[in-house]
């Protein structure tokens, strides 16, 4: 192959990879002034300005600011606005009194009603909540306004929910779903949610039955950039992030489309989930997902949507969702094996095949998979190890992210090209039969185990039809082979980057993996080329440069501050003060108040407090004792009847608090109901020791009804904190430096109490 066309193919496959990131996703243009019946992205980032001024997570002040505007919105579109105000405790026994935001408009049918959902609060105890979700409760007023500035008549009624403390336990959704009568008439939910502030967003389906109608009706309504495919569903099923929507899907059956975007995963749930940081393409693309979809499923039958069968789909730039039925899988499947075995025999038999060559073909496809896995799999272990502060960044997703990506990519193509020059005199034909068989076996398995990612067989064609070429002619086009590169790219390459930025560094892996897939599935083209060992060079040669760049942008700035930690918790039983905090790497700042340690027997009794990611603290130091008052505990009742105790209490605060966490020692308790939310059977027979959390609005007391065998002694520990150790006139804490931001996922920045309550 000659070198100009070397050159220009790999030119395009750039492109073409470029293109499978960028076409996927509107590009913006200022539209402030657009006319009134279009969705503007500037007219929602106001939105989202307004809302994100400060953090209003439950209980802080701003939470209430944000509410009324929200409600003030609304109603300046001339609709009338409800409170839905109560106690929840969702599946996960986190207390809250939510505030739900509703709206309607009426349809002219009699049939299910369309319901719009986004959640207001922001996540304790620092973010500003701009993505998450003001972005989604932004896209739905301005998708309002749009809609009914040009007096549409839908037949579908159009509930709108504003919820509330879906970042304690989706309680918001659960006041909704349980206790609201409104319910019972939806038919559809459009969620719209952040795990970060950019990229694409992606369109996930909650559903218990199979999705085939909720495909055929989202092709139907023609959004222009859909991003979505069965795979990200089926994983997204096995993970621990419910939405509002799961409430929707789990206790009420009822369908529904979440939109999310997981794109800079760093600023999620941070004090750096700001406008300023909230990327308007992503914002115009929740806009381009809500349009078509409200004026389509605002006449549409909301009542025939449920199948019990699904189909597999995925998006693709020009050709949005590409969809077909499982019932097409083993059948596609077994298609492609047979049209390969017709290759193998008329090659063998014309001696385009050789059965030496075609074994020994096996040997790089193999080395480049385990080579390349093993050094993604190994890649995170060892970047904490040079890099310790990155274990603060809980989510798994550093600042410099993108680098360690774009080099852990560079290394496996650069490691492929290297391999396959050590076999430059085996035939191309020979050469792709290894790769052939290897992506049948892994497509059959995912079949069988994840039906989801069925579609991983088309990129599969372009290698076979490669394969075909090859045994034709030796000197094929490569232009030819260049073009069938697009599927592949189109379809994988955004793999490279969602799973290591949606699920943590920890899935390098995942991005060396998927980057020898692309290479394999293209070794048609490739293995022709002249100068691989050139081209494993040049590999390597980006590999170092992003590793150097990844090394440069790996300290803190106040562009890419470091999430920090600090507690005072005073034991109002041993009368005994500490400072604590969840960073493995201390700063100056933090660090100043660690010079004591404490035994390892008194950390331990610490480490109860519940966080997302199962952190517990890391450094204990003696702290002076302040006057600190924990809640005063009122017996309001206490019987025995037929060997079961009842004991009933208050707890009263006499501090401003923001958080009650209650742990109890072994002892069964058969009945548990806090401030008249019952906590489920199930809960109870499933928890280890904690027992309920309360995150505190209005500094209301906690009410606690427990029943539990008589001959059991009960103890209950109360840990109480307010968020308020910065600004506490007992403590003389400085102000963070600009290099380091409130660490998210952990009570932080907090004045904690414990206190020990025995009945015998």
Not at 139 to 166: C, F, M, Q
Not at 399 to 422: K, Q, R, S
Not at 514 to 531: A, C, E, Q, T
Not at 670 to 678: C, D, L, S, Y
Request: aromatic share 12%; charged share 15%.
């Amino acid at each position: 192959m000659k070198n100009t066309a070397v050159v220009s193919t790999l030119l395009l496959l750039v492109f073409l990879a470029f293109w499978a990131f960028d076409g996927t996703i509107p590009r913006y243009a200022p539209d402030g002034d657009i006319p009134a019946e279009n969705f503007s992205t500037d007219r929602a980032m106001d939105h989202v300005k307004a809302m994100s001024a400060e953090p209003h997570a439950v209980g802080f002040p701003n939470h209430s600011v944000v509410r009324d505007y929200i409600r003030a919105e609304l109603e300046k579109l001339g609709l009338e606005t409800t409170l839905q105000s109560g106690y929840t405790a969702g599946d996960w026994a986190n207390l809250s009194k939510a505030e739900n935001i509703l709206a309607r408009i009426p349809g002219s049918g009699q049939g299910k009603a369309l319901l719009l959902l986004s959640h207001y609060d922001s996540s304790p105890h620092s973010s500003f909540g701009a993505s998450d979700a003001g972005s989604g409760v932004a896209t739905i007023l301005e998708g309002l306004r749009a809609y009914l500035s040009t007096n549409p008549k839908p037949v579908n009624d159009i509930i709108v929910l504003i919820s509330d403390a879906e970042e304690l336990g989706l309680n918001g959704a659960d006041l909704f779903v349980n206790q609201h009568p409104w319910t019972r008439e939806v038919g559809l939910v459009l969620n719209f949610e952040a795990r970060g502030s950019g990229g694409a967003s992606f369109m996930l389906i909650e559903t218990n039955r199979g999705n085939a109608r909720m495909i055929e009706e989202f092709v139907a309504a023609d959004p222009e950039f859909p991003v979505g495919n069965s795979l990200a569903y089926s994983i997204y099923k096995m993970l621990p992030n419910d939405t509002d929507l799961t409430v929707f899907r789990e206790d009420a059956d009822i369908e529904g489309f979440n939109f999310a975007f997981i794109g800079d995963h760093f600023d999620y749930h941070t004090a750096l989930d700001r406008a300023d940081r909230l990327d308007t393409r992503t914002l115009a693309h929740q806009g381009s997902y809500l349009m078509p979809l409200l004026n389509h499923f605002a006449q549409a039958d909301l009542g025939n949507l449920k199948s019990l069968n699904d189909q597999v789909y995925f998006n693709m730039a020009f050709f949005k969702l590409i969809t077909y039925p499982y019932d097409w899988i083993w059948l596609m499947w077994a298609g492609t094996v047979l049209l390969f075995i017709i290759l193998l025999i008329s090659g063998f038999r014309s001696g385009a095949l050789s059965l030496r060559g075609v074994l020994l073909g096996f040997v790089p496809a193999l080395l480049c998979l385990v080579i390349n896995g093993l050094a993604g799999h190994f890649a995170w272990p060892l970047l904490t190890k040079l890099y310790p502060d990155y274990t603060d960044m809980l989510h798994g997703f550093t600042y410099n992210g993108y680098y360690y990506i774009a080099a852990i990519a560079a290394l496996a193509i650069g490691m492929c090209f290297l391999i396959y020059n050590g076999f430059a005199k085996l035939k191309t034909a020979d050469a792709l039969v290894g790769p052939m068989v290897l992506w049948l076996a892994i497509c059959g398995l995912l079949n069988s185990a994840l039906s989801g990612a069925a579609f991983f067989l088309i990129p599969g064609l372009s290698l076979l039809a490669g394969l075909w070429i090859s045994m034709q002619k030796e000197e094929a086009n490569p232009y030819i082979l260049a073009l069938l590169a697009l599927p592949v790219l189109w379809i994988f390459a955004p793999f490279i980057k969602v799973f290591p930025v949606g699920l943590g560094l920890k899935l390098l892996s995942a991005a060396s993996i998927m980057s020898v897939f692309i290479f394999l599935l293209l070794l048609g083209l490739l293995h022709r080329y002249p100068n691989k060992k050139l081209l494993g060079g040049l590999g390597m040669l980006l590999f170092v440069l992003f590793m150097v760049g990844a090394h440069f942008n790996s300290s803190s700035t106040p562009e890419r501050p470091k999430p920090t930690s600090l507690l005072y918790v005073l034991n109002t039983d041993s009368e005994s003060a500490y400072w604590t905090t969840y960073d493995q790497v201390l700063t100056s700042w933090s660090g100043a108040y660690f010079k004591e340690s404490v035994s390892e027997q008194v950390r331990e009794r610490f480490n109860k407090l519940s966080s997302k990611y199962g952190s517990g603290f890391s450094k204990l130091s003696p702290a002076p004792l302040k006057t600190v008052l924990a809640s005063e505990v009122k017996i309001q009742g206490d019987t025995t009847i037929d060997g079961t105790r009842n004991l009933k209490l208050s707890l009263v605060p006499r501090r401003a608090i923001n958080r009650l966490e209650i742990y109890t020692n072994e002892t069964e308790l058969q009945q548990a109901t806090v401030n008249g939310i019952e906590l489920s059977e199930y809960f109870l027979e499933n928890r280890s020791s904690r027992l309920i959390t309360h995150y505190v609005s209005d500094n209301d007391s906690t009410y606690l009804d427990l029943s539990y065998p008589a001959d059991q002694p009960l103890e209950l520990t109360l840990y109480e904190a307010s968020n308020d150790l910065l600004d506490n006139p007992q403590f003389s804490v400085p102000p963070r430096p600009e290099t380091e931001i409130p660490k998210p996922f952990v009570l932080n920045d907090a004045v904690m109490t414990i206190q020990t309550l025995s009945f015998e």
